[in-house]
């Protein structure tokens, strides 16, 4: 196991399979969340051309729900109106505020840790984002394209029923140190305009955030030591992918090492969301 660097031949290979898959299912439109994030932003830049070529619009939306920052907000904007063809910010935090009330009103014997309550405030934002982005859909016969990558499907850094719902995955089996690489090689090498660059780029230099409000980053939830080595996230998911890596490609000695590690213990943590759904096979019914 490795990273990728045949960039060239991974854009094309990816753009070639949405072209496929948005002309055999004679789709109308691609709808995408603008988080502000590199994965969002990559994802813009990669489909544009395709939805281009086939005449169909890229609709992109910012949601704002609340405890969205001022520069999430303002990369989300820059880079929905460079890539997307239909775009537009929106703020959902009084629709938030109407489903938390309703849905805890008569749950507060629960509510007693604060950051538990983050998390599950987050993933209420999460899915409502979701259930916006698929109503736009429905209404302008496309679909979803999700932004998940390798490293938080891993790490099981999706929300349930939230941002881990599409129904196209372009990059989810790239690692994030990959996200960020071929987002740079477009950059140098595929972008068209200025404006494109520029947006594609800030979100490369910003430090990544969930954009539920749970923590100043990323890292701060997954590897919360990460400062003391790292002056970006993109060198932190570095060190985080590379634990994988090491991981899947060693023995049970290597695991043994590391399974007390925190990216390995959240790995181990979230492995039901990866199995997920549970069924009963038919055969147990005879």
Same mark, same amino acid.
């Given at each position: 196991?490795?990273?990728?660097?045949?960039?060239?031949?991974?854009?094309?290979?990816?753009?070639?399979?949405?072209? #496929?898959?948005?002309?055999?299912?004679?789709? =109308?439109?691609?709808?995408?969340?603008?988080?502000?994030?590199?994965?969002?932003?990559?994802?813009?830049?990669?489909?544009?051309?395709?939805?281009?070529?086939? @005449?169909?619009? $890229?609709? %992109?939306?910012? +949601?704002?729900?609340?405890?969205?920052?001022?520069?999430?907000?303002?990369?989300?904007?820059?880079?929905?109106?460079?890539?997307?063809?239909?775009?537009?910010?929106?703020?959902?935090?009084?629709?938030?505020?109407?489903?938390i009330y309703d849905i805890n009103r008569n749950n507060f014997k629960y509510d007693s840790d #604060?950051?538990?309550?983050?998390?599950? @405030?987050?993933?209420?934002?999460?899915? $409502? &984002?979701?259930?916006?982005?698929?109503?736009?859909?429905?209404?302008?016969?496309?679909?979803?394209? %999700?932004? !998940? #990558?390798?490293?938080?499907?891993?790490?099981?850094?999706?929300?349930?029923?939230?941002?881990?719902?599409?129904?196209?995955?372009?990059?989810?089996? $790239?690692?994030?140190?990959?996200?960020?690489?071929?987002? !740079?090689?477009?950059?140098?090498?595929?972008?068209?305009?200025?404006?494109?660059?520029?947006?594609?780029?800030?979100?490369?230099?910003?430090?990544?955030?969930?954009? $539920?409000?749970?923590?100043?980053?990323?890292?701060?939830? +997954?590897?919360?030591?990460?400062?003391? &080595?790292?002056?970006?996230?993109?060198?932190?998911? =570095?060190?985080?992918?590379?634990?994988?890596?090491?991981?899947?490609?060693?023995?049970? @000695?290597?695991?043994?090492?590391?399974? #007390?590690?925190?990216?390995?213990?959240?790995?181990?943590?979230?492995?039901?969301?990866?199995? &997920?759904?549970?069924?009963?096979?038919?055969?147990?019914?005879?």
């Open positions: 196991m490795y990273f990728f660097n045949n960039y060239n031949d991974i854009l094309s290979i990816i753009r070639d399979s949405i072209r #496929n898959y948005l002309s055999n299912n004679q789709l =109308k439109s691609v709808v995408l969340g603008m988080s502000g994030g590199i994965d969002s932003a990559l994802v813009a830049s990669i489909v544009k051309p395709v939805c281009d070529e086939l @005449n169909i619009p $890229l609709i %992109g939306r910012s +949601i704002t729900i609340e405890s969205n920052k001022g520069d999430e907000i303002d990369r989300s904007i820059k880079t929905g109106l460079a890539f997307c063809k239909d775009f537009d910010h929106i703020d959902l935090s009084i629709g938030y505020r109407l489903v #604060n950051f538990s309550s983050k998390i599950r @405030n987050g993933n209420v934002k999460a899915r $409502l &984002r979701m259930l916006t982005l698929y109503n736009l859909a429905s209404l302008t016969g496309g679909i979803v394209m %999700g932004t !998940e #990558n390798l490293t938080e499907h891993y790490l099981g850094f999706f929300t349930i029923g939230g941002d881990e719902v599409s129904d196209f995955e372009p990059i989810k089996y $790239l690692w994030k140190t990959e996200v960020y690489n071929l987002a !740079e090689w477009m950059v140098n090498n595929d972008l068209k305009t200025n404006i494109e660059k520029e947006a594609l780029q800030e979100c490369i230099d910003a430090n990544a955030t969930d954009g $539920l409000g749970i923590s100043n980053t990323d890292l701060d939830q +997954i590897l919360p030591d990460w400062r003391d &080595r790292h002056s970006n996230t993109r060198s932190g998911y =570095k060190e985080v992918d590379e634990i994988f890596i090491k991981l899947f490609t060693s023995d049970d @000695n290597t695991f043994k090492e590391l399974k #007390n590690h925190p990216v390995i213990q959240r790995y181990l943590r979230s492995d039901f969301k990866r199995k &997920r759904p549970i069924c009963i096979e038919r055969e147990k019914f005879k």
